[in-house]
C-alpha cells in the first residue's frame, strides 16, 4: 500500500509531463484544448496531494524505505533508487504537491491564452516531479537526481517566454549560479563517498540510514568540509550570498512560476538538505556558525534592498532571499526543524503574495490593453521611462475598490510575513529569533549578534511589505487614464487558491506554538513533536543545557510582536498620508545609502567586475586567439598535410593498366630474388 | 645432341618473358591479349616437358585444364576488347584511363 502510493506519488506528475508534453509536441491541435490540458495536468498533482494525505494520517511516525530498483553497482557503490517516508519527507511533499496543486488551477486562469499552455503545464508537472525526487530520496545521488531536476525546470520555466533576450539571460544566470553550487553539493558527495569507504564502511551506497549510522567514523575536520560543501550547494539554490543574484532576475518567469518554484518549494531545497543531514551537520559547529551568519546577513541585505524595489515582483523576490536567510539563521543555530516551520508558513503567505501580485498583475495587463484601446498608451506622464510597465507599483494604487479578494488575501500575508501576532510568519519567525537567542544564552556570545540582526529585519520586512500592499492596493490610482479605465477581479480559478492560501497563511502557524504559549495553553508544539529526534523523528537539533526564563521569553514573544506592530504602522501611517511621496522622503533621509539599497549594494556590477568581465575579456583576448591559432591550426595543418601528402601519393595512379601490371612483375621478380638469394 | 629438360625449359622462360614484355610494353589491346596467350601456352609447355621427365600424367591433365580455361579467356576477352572498341571507338591502352585517381 505504502509503496504503490509512493510510485504514484512520484510517477502521476512524471505521467501528466510526459502527456501534455508529448500531446503538445506531436499533435498542435491539442495546444488549443486548455481545459483539458490544464485539468490533467492539475489532477496529476492535485491526485498525489490526495495520497500524501493519506499516508501522512496513516503514517506511524518511523523511518520507511521504499525500493524501487537498482541503479547503478559498481564494487562496492550500489545505488538504488530508494524513497523515504517519514515525518521530514511527508512534511516536504504535502508542501509540495499541495501548494503545487493549487498553483496549477491558479495557473489555467493565469496563463488562459497564452500560446504555450501546453508546454507551461508539461515543465510545470516535470518541475513536481523532480521536487518529490528531491524530498523523497533515501540517498544523496537521488536526491541529487531531483536537485538537478529542478534546476533545468527552473531554467526552462524563467525563459519560458523565451523569445526576449531578457528572459533568457535570466534563465542562463539562474542556471549557471545554480551550477556553481550544484559543482560544491558534487564535491561533498565524492569527499563522503571517498572518506566513507576509507573508514571500511562497505557497502555504501550515500544512503541516509548508512550515513546517519556511520557518521562517527568521519574525523571532525573532514565532517566540516562536507558540511560546507553541503551548504555552498545549498546557498546556490536557496539563493544566500554569495549565490543569491539569480533568484531576483528569476522573475521574468511567469508569476505561478515565482510563487512554486522561487518561492514555495525549489529554493527551500536546500533547507531540507541541510534538515535532513542535520545529525552530520550539528557535528560541525563552526560551519554553522557560518551559516547562520551568512542567513542573518542575507536576510537584512535583501530586506534593505527590498524597501527601494518598485516592481512589485522584485519586491517579493527579496522579500523571498531575506525569509530563507531567516531560515539558514534558524538552520545555523541547531533548530532544523523551526527552519522547516518556516518553510511551511513561508510556502503558505508567500506563495499567496505571489499569487495576490500576479493576479495584480494579470488585471493591470487588463487595464494597459483598454488603455491602449482607447489611445492614451503610450503616455509620457509615466513615473519612469518606456512602456507602461505591469508590474510597476507606481502606476498602481487603490486597487482595494476592484479586487476585493486579492486585496484581502494579500493583506492577511503580508500580515503574517511581518509577523503580525497570532498570524503563521508571528509564531515560526519568532521561534527562529528565540532559537538563536536561546543558543546565545548558552554561552555562544555570536549568536546574540544574528539575534540582533534578525530584529532589524523583521522590523525592514514588516515595513517593506506594508510598503508593497499600500502602494498596490491604498491611495489614489496612479495609472494614466484612471478615471474611466478600472481592472477587474481575476476569475474563480486564480482567486480560489489565493482564499486557500490566506486561510493557510493565517492558520499555519498553530501547529507551531512557542513553548511559553504552548505551556500555558497546556499543549505542547506539535511540529516541534512530529520531527524532533528526540520524539523519534528525523531532524535533529542542537540541545540547550539552560533554559530561558520564563519571564525573558515572554518578554522576547513580547518583543518580537511589538516591533512588528510599529513597522506595520510605520508603514501604514506614512504611506497612508503621502503616497509615493514616502519613497522620496526616505531617500532624503537615507542619502548615500538609499543609492546603496537601491543598486541592490552593486552586487551584480561587482560580480560583472570580478568574474564575468575577466572570463569575458581573457577568453576574447587570450582563448580566441589561442583557439583560432593554435587549435584551429593543429587541426587546419593535419589536414592540409594530409591532403598534400595524398595530392603526392595520387600521382601513382596513372589509371594506365600496363603500369599496375609492370608493378605486379615488378613485385613477382622481388620475391622470387628473395626466394633464390636469401 | 640429345634435348634435355633444361632445353624445353629455357625455350618456355624466353617465351614467357616475351609474353611479359608483350603484355607491358605493347599499346594494342589485341596484341597484349596474343601476349597472355603467348605466357599460357609457355607455362602448358613446362607441363608437358615436366610430365614428360617425371612419367607422370598429372601436368597432362593441368594443360587441357589451362587450354580449356584460355579458350574461355579468349572469347571473353576478345567481347570486352570489342564493348570497348565500341565505345571508345580505339583500343589504345593508353587512352583508356578511367582508373586515374
Known sequence: MEATSVRLILLLPLL????????????????????????????????????????????????????????????????SFDYRVDALSLIMTLIVTGIGALIHLYSMG???????????????????????????????????????????????????????????????KAFIVNRIGDFAFLLAMFLLYQAMTTAGVAPFGLDFTTIFENADVLASGT?????????????????????????????????????????????????????RLSPVVLEAPGVMML?????????????????????????????????LGYMFVAAGVGAFFVAIFHVLTHAFFKACLFLGSGSVIHAMHHVEHDLEHKGVLPSSDLPYDGHFDAQDMRTMGGLKNHMPITRWTFLISTLAIAGIPFLAGFFSKDEILFKAFELGYNGATWAFVVWGIGIVTAILTAIYMMRCYMLTFEGRERWPGAMDTKPHESPWTMTVPLVVLAIGAALTGYIGLPPL?????????WIHHYLGAEYGGPVAEFKAEHHVPHLTEGILLGVGALIAVV??????????????????????RLGAVYTLFANKYFVDEAYDATVVKPITE??????????????????????????????WWRGMQTGIVQNYALALVLGVVVVVALMIFV | MEITLNWYLSLSAVLFVIGVLGVLLRRNAIIIFLSIELMLNAVNLTLVAFSQ???????????????????????VGLAIVIALFRNKTTVNVNEINLFRG
Open chain 1, 16 to 79: 501528466g509531463a510526459a502527456i501534455n508534453g508529448m500531446m503538445g509536441l506531436f499533435a498542435p491541435a491539442y495546444r488549443k484544448q486548455e481545459t483539458i490540458i490544464g485539468a490533467i495536468g492539475t489532477l496529476a498533482v492535485a491526485v498525489p496531494f490526495v495520497l500524501t494525505v493519506l499516508l501522512f494520517l496513516g503514517h506511524d511516525h518511523g523511518a520507511h524505505i521504499v525500493s524501487t530498483y537498482t541503479w547503478m553497482a559498481a564494487g562496492d557503490l550500489s545505488i
Open chain 1, 110 to 172: 493565469y496563463m488562459h491564452g497564452d500560446g504555450g499552455y501546453w508546454r507551461f503545464f508539461a515543465y510545470l508537472n516535470l518541475f513536481i516531479f523532480a521536487m518529490l525526487n528531491l524530498v523523497l530520496a533515501e540517498n544523496l545521488l537521488v536526491l541529487f537526481l531531483g536537485w538537478e531536476g529542478v534546476g533545468l525546470c527552473s531554467y526552462l520555466l524563467i525563459g519560458y517566454w523565451y523569445t526576449d533576450l531578457k528572459n533568457s539571460a535570466a534563465a542562463n
Open chain 1, 223 to 275: 565532517v566540516a568540509l562536507i558540511v560546507l560543501l553541503l551548504f555552498i550547494g545549498a546557498t546556490g539554490k536557496s539563493a544566500q550570498i554569495p549565490l543569491f543574484v539569480w533568484l531576483p532576475d528569476a522573475m521574468a518567469g511567469p508569476t505561478p512560476v515565482s510563487a512554486l518554484i522561487h518561492a514555495a518549494t525549489m529554493v527551500t531545497s536546500g533547507l531540507y538538505l541541510l534538515a
Open chain 1, 291 to 323: 551559516i547562520a551568519f551568512v542567513g542573518a546577513i542575507t536576510a537584512i541585505m535583501a530586506a534593505t534592498i527590498a524597501i527601494t524595489q518598485n516592481d512589485i515582483k522584485k519586491v517579493l523576490a527579496y522579500s523571498t532571499v531575506s525569509q
Open chain 1, 517 to 525: 504559549i504552548a505551556e500555558v495553553l497546556g499543549t505542547e508544539s
Open chain 1, 567 to 588: 513597522g506595520v504602522w510605520l508603514a501604514w501611517a506614512n504611506y497612508r498620508k503621502s503616497g509615493l511621496e514616502t519613497d522620496n522622503t526616505i531617500r532624503r
Open chain 1, 618 to 647: 581573457g577568453s576574447r583576448k587570450g582563448l580566441a586567439p589561442f583557439d583560432q591559432n593554435v587549435v584551429d591550426g593543429t587541426v587546419n595543418g593535419l589536414a592540409k598535410s594530409v591532403s598534400g601528402l595524398s595530392g
Open chain 2, 53 to 75: 621427365a617425371f612419367a607422370d600424367v598429372d601436368g597432362l591433365v593441368l594443360v587441357f585444364f589451362v587450354m580449356s580455361v584460355a579458350a574461355a579467356e579468349a572469347a
